[in-house]
């Protein structure tokens, strides 16, 4: 299994994207900008909360979003108390510069009333897929993003860039690993599954090396420059028949 789960953290800093992205917003006269909470999952809507400068940066740095409090006047983590905090995936601003779209990985309910949103009204259902039943692929589009940069920027000391320089041997040779590491997982699962035992950490295990597996195609795809929407289009077409 291959430790490739860096090619999806936070905005990396060493861009100089903070002072970019700050400069980028246009801050109303309280020197706050309001951001939007987007499930990065399937694309929810969570919550709106405010931004300055400070919280911008703190974001940035750490990953997990933070908000300038108006009732406090302070900077906010949020989730801090609760430990409900929601990690960023992706940050955008608007074509005006006057609000941004945070995309996020949400911890726990996101607002103080327990509700997933701070927009599921009381006794009204959440029209968005229950979070527990959707499958979250739409998280793939930021794991392809981050590959497609990876082979377009060619990092030094990235393993994604290692890859793509080993080109379709080396990329290949991954997948067919990885893809004999899901089949043995999946035999030890079956094995547990027919002795009635546990099988939390077989589980575990095959899904890691699926995530492995999966991880590595997209990377083949990219060293092809085929997108996956190729790849989707041809299961389109299969779907039904």
Same mark, same amino acid.
């Given at each position: ?40 999952t399937d694309g929810r809507v969570l919550m709106l909360g405010w931004l300055d400068a400070e919280a911008l940066a703190a974001t940035l740095a750490t990953g997990d979003i933070h908000f300038h409090s108006r009732s406090r006047g302070r900077l ?11 990690? $960023?995936?992706?940050? %955008?601003? *608007?074509?005006?510069?006057? +609000? /941004?779209? =945070?995309? @996020? ?22 029209p968005s897929p229950d979070v527990s039943s959707a499958q979250g692929f739409a998280w793939l589009e930021a794991l392809w993003a981050t590959i497609a940069e990876r082979a377009a920027a060619r990092p030094a000391g990235s393993y994604t860039t ?43 295990? $095959?899904?890691?090396? %699926?995530? *492995?597996?999966?991880?590595? +195609? /997209?990377? =083949?795809? @990219? ?19």
């Open positions: 299994m291959s430790d490739w789960r860096g090619v999806s953290g936070p905005v990396d800093l060493a861009s100089g994207s903070t002072a970019t992205m700050a400069d980028a917003v246009k801050w109303d006269a309280a020197g706050l900008v309001p951001g939007i909470v987007q499930d990065a906010w983590r949020k989730g801090a108390t609760s430990g409900n905090l929601l990690r $960023l995936r992706s940050l %955008a601003v *608007d074509c005006d510069g006057d +609000a /941004l779209l =945070l995309g @996020a990985d949400a911890a726990g309910p996101t607002c103080h009333r327990g509700e997933r949103s701070c927009f599921d009204a009381d006794g009204i259902a959440d290692r890859l793509l320089e080993g080109g379709v041997d080396l990329a290949g040779r991954k997948v067919a690993e990885e893809a004999t590491e899901v089949l043995l997982a999946a035999k030890n699962d079956e094995a547990a599954q027919i002795l009635g035992v546990d099988r939390t950490t077989t589980q575990e295990l $095959l899904a890691g090396e %699926a995530a *492995d597996l999966l991880y590595h +195609a /997209l990377v =083949l795809l @990219a060293e092809r420059d085929l997108e996956p929407a190729g790849v989707l289009a041809v299961l389109r077409e299969r779907h039904g028949r």
